[in-house]
Structure formats: structure tokens, C-alpha cells
Nanobody, 114 residues
Framework: QVQLVESGGGLVQPGGSLRLSCAASGSIFSIYAMGWYRRAPGKQRELVAT???????NYADSVKGRFTISRDNAKNTVYLQMNSLKPEDTAVYYCNTPRASLTWGQGTQVTVSS
């Protein structure tokens, strides 16, 4: 069973940047496509970025041009670089496969506020 641990969240001012990390246990991590999700207060969880095992990426329109997803298979880790953050990016961020097939981690809180 792959376990996911997200980290790197925090409080940042609008226009700022954060880099999130998702560490996965298990040696088969490299074969999974992975994604970053977020759940804002009062809203459903949404998928904002995905990366295939081969490194192809895709983004939700709301984050395109500002967020970058990447992965380091040797470290069993997927990252989300978030730039030009907006208050509407405030949410708990999670990683999982694009089909949400793994057990959810605890997530990491991102708060964008002045």
C-alpha cells in the first residue's frame, strides 16, 4: 500500500510562491501518473495538475501558467511549484493518482492572504 505525505504549505502573501512536496512510500511509485488536488473551504476537491510516468503534464485553467508539477522518481516525490499565488488558491492541497486510487494523505494547508 502506497502512503502519501504532503508538505510545504504555509501562509504567503498574494503574488508569492510556495513549493509543495508529496513523498510516496513504495518502490512502484515511478509507474504511476500523479496529480495535485486541492479543496477550498466549502468546495469540492478539484484536480489542478497531473504528470504522467513519462513526465507529460496537464493543468487546470485556473492554475495554468502559474503552477508547475514535476517529479523525482529516484526520491519517490512529486512537487508542485506555485507562483503568483492568489487568495483563491487558498486550500488544502493533496496528491494522488489522477483516478484518486491511492489512500489520501493528510494534505498541506496553503493560505494566501495579506
Amino acid at each position: 500500500q502506497v502512503q502519501l505525505v504532503e508538505s510545504g504549505g504555509g501562509l504567503v502573501q498574494p503574488g508569492g510562491s510556495l513549493r509543495l512536496s508529496c513523498a510516496a512510500s513504495g518502490s512502484i511509485f515511478s509507474i504511476y501518473a500523479m496529480g495535485w488536488y486541492r479543496r477550498a473551504p466549502g468546495k469540492q476537491r478539484e484536480l489542478v495538475a497531473t504528470i504522467t510516468a513519462g513526465g507529460s503534464t496537464n493543468y487546470a485553467d485556473s492554475v495554468k501558467g502559474r503552477f508547475t508539477i514535476s517529479r523525482d522518481n529516484a526520491k519517490n516525490t512529486v512537487y508542485l511549484q506555485m507562483n503568483s499565488l492568489k487568495p483563491e488558491d487558498t486550500a488544502v492541497y493533496y496528491c494522488n493518482t489522477p483516478r484518486a486510487s491511492l489512500t489520501w494523505g493528510q494534505g498541506t494547508q496553503v493560505t494566501v492572504s495579506s
